[in-house]
T-cell receptor, first 114, second 115 residues
Framework: EAQVTQNPRYLITVTGKKLTVTCSQN?????MSWYRQDPGLGLRQIYY???????DKGDVPEGYKVSRKEKRNFPLILESPSPNQTSLYFC?????????????FGPGTRLTVL | AQKVTQAQTEISVVEKEDVTLDCVYE???????LFWYKQPPSGELVFLIR??????QNEISGRYSWNFQKSTSSFNFTITASQVVDSAVYFC????????????FGQGTILTVHP
């Protein structure tokens, strides 16, 4: 089954404790992206990757890091999480990342930073 | 800069009523795509429709229909004869030619359908 997976689905952590949210897709998509969803703001892009070793900032990159060492994986790293990063996070992928492509989303990761 | 506005924060209807979710967008690009996604209570995002800027034909899929009007920069979504299972958050999104695949989302509209 074609899908985007994320782990963990739920995470409660404390300020400053480094964490990684994994994202993997099995559709051989070149483009992957991370979004965060906050009430009243919709979804906003954090980082995106056009292909292996090619990443760039989205609209809200502060406090996040990403890497793309393999085509299928695109982990999101919070090196020193803060309470304002409490949010619902979605990973997405699409075939080539062109503006015509439909993006398919993972199930989401609900992160709480205390 | 690109922007998507869903002015209706919450809508509440009774089953079998028709309901329209509004979406207004701003873009400087002449080439772009518009999308609707559904987020049911379980939380995942489900793709509903994609429409390019050169195709203003309305689209119907079962009880769902979409009205794209370039003159008013709107891409509205109508559910006919709503059902309880339609209760969800609905997002409108914009993808521009110049945006490297980024989706710009509206704030979302919470639709509640009461039995």
């Amino acid at each position: 089954e074609a899908q985007v997976t994320q782990n963990p689905r739920y995470l409660i952590t404390v300020t400053g404790k480094k964490l990684t949210v994994t994202c993997s897709q099995n559709m051989n998509h070149e483009y992957m992206s991370w979004y965060r969803q906050d009430p009243g703001l919709g979804l906003r892009q954090i980082y995106y990757s056009m292909n292996v070793e090619v990443t760039d900032k989205g609209d809200v990159p502060e406090g996040y890091k990403v890497s793309r060492k393999e085509k299928r994986n695109f982990p999101l790293i919070l090196e020193s999480p803060s309470p304002n990063q409490t949010s619902l996070y979605f990973c997405a992928s699409s075939s080539r990342g062109g503006f015509t492509d439909t993006q398919y989303f993972g199930p989401g990761t609900r992160l709480t930073v205390l | 800069a690109q922007k998507v506005t869903q002015a209706q924060t919450e809508i509440s209807v009774v089953e079998k009523e028709d309901v329209t979710l509004d979406c207004v967008y701003e873009t400087r690009d002449t080439t772009y795509y518009l999308f609707w996604y559904k987020q049911p209570p379980s939380g995942e995002l489900v793709f509903l429709i994609r429409r390019n800027s050169f195709d203003e034909q309305n689209e119907i899929s079962g009880r769902y229909s979409w009205n794209f009007q370039k003159s008013t920069s709107s891409f509205n979504f109508t559910i006919t004869a709503s059902q309880v299972v339609d209760s969800a958050v609905y997002f409108c999104a914009l993808s521009e030619y110049s945006s490297y695949g980024k989706l710009t989302f509206g704030q979302g509209t919470i639709l509640t359908v009461h039995p």
